[in-house]
């Protein structure tokens, strides 16, 4: 079974601080992981994903994050965040059997709010 | 580009009653994936579908029942409503079931009273 487990429930920064929140996966075999965010009673949208490839994958609105294997992370980083990212931050695994793949798995979130 | 649509966005009901919601993928997906998001919670996988077939199941309440239609799109009957059957319920589609990312709707917000 694959699991996801979001260590910071609540961050709260001000505008132009930069932004890390965790994500540790478990999962034995090939996974794809994602980060989506959902705005105020709006569905989820996809910030970035990492299939394979280079471990540092860049995603919308300045967001990036970095897949490491050996640490079963996968963690979202902005260098400078801005009153518009208030949101909840999900990250997901998607993990592979057999060359089927299976439903995503969420994390329980991440409530990020910017102070302006 | 035409997005997964989900019909009704939002849905009061009583308790007890019954209730149903669509969900269109976006054209040539062939996988529909639905989510229960409770308040303040993760989206939690209910069920999914796979060329009209079931393909994997899980936290789905046996007052809930789902198919996928041929024209691809798919139900979630959902009977006997109880009070913490309130949440978001989004769907979701992709193609082959096996590329990872999946395509969100912006989801059915159903209200029991």
């Known amino acids: 079974a694959q699991s996801v487990s979001q260590h910071n429930h609540h961050v709260i920064l001000s505008e132009a601080a930069s932004l890390e929140l965790g994500c540790n996966y478990s999962?034995?075999?090939?996974?794809?992981l994602f980060w989506y965010v959902q705005y105020p009673g709006q569905h989820l949208q996809l910030l970035l994903k990492?299939?394979?490839?280079?471990?540092l994958v860049k995603g919308i609105k300045g967001f990036e994050a970095e897949f490491i294997k050996s640490k079963f992370s996968f963690n979202l980083r902005k260098p400078s965040v801005q009153w518009s990212d208030t949101a909840e931050y999900f990250c997901?695994?998607?993990?592979?059997?057999?060359?089927?793949?299976?439903?995503?798995?969420f994390g329980s979130g991440t409530q990020l709010t910017v102070l302006p | 580009a035409a997005g997964v649509i989900q019909s009704p966005r939002h849905l009061i009901k009583e308790k007890r009653e019954t209730a149903t919601l669509k969900c269109y993928p976006i054209?040539?997906?062939?996988?529909v994936y639905w989510y229960q998001q409770g308040p303040g919670q993760d989206p939690q996988f209910l069920i999914s579908?796979?060329?009209?077939?079931?393909?994997d199941k899980g936290s789905i309440p046996d007052r809930f029942s789902a198919q996928q239609f041929s024209d691809y799109h798919s139900e979630l009957n959902m009977s006997s409503l109880e009070l913490g059957d309130s949440a978001l319920y989004f769907c979701?589609?992709?193609?082959?079931?096996?590329?990872?990312?999946?395509?969100f709707g912006e989801g059915s917000r159903l209200t029991v009273l």
């Open positions: 990492y299939f394979s490839g280079d471990p």
């Open positions: 979701a589609s992709n193609q082959g079931g096996n590329t990872g990312e999946l395509f």
């Open positions: 999962y034995g075999g090939t996974v794809n």
């Open positions: 997901a695994v998607n993990g592979f059997s057999s060359g089927s793949a299976r439903q995503l798995t």
């Open positions: 579908f796979y060329e009209k077939m079931q393909s």
């Open positions: 054209p040539r997906h062939d996988t």
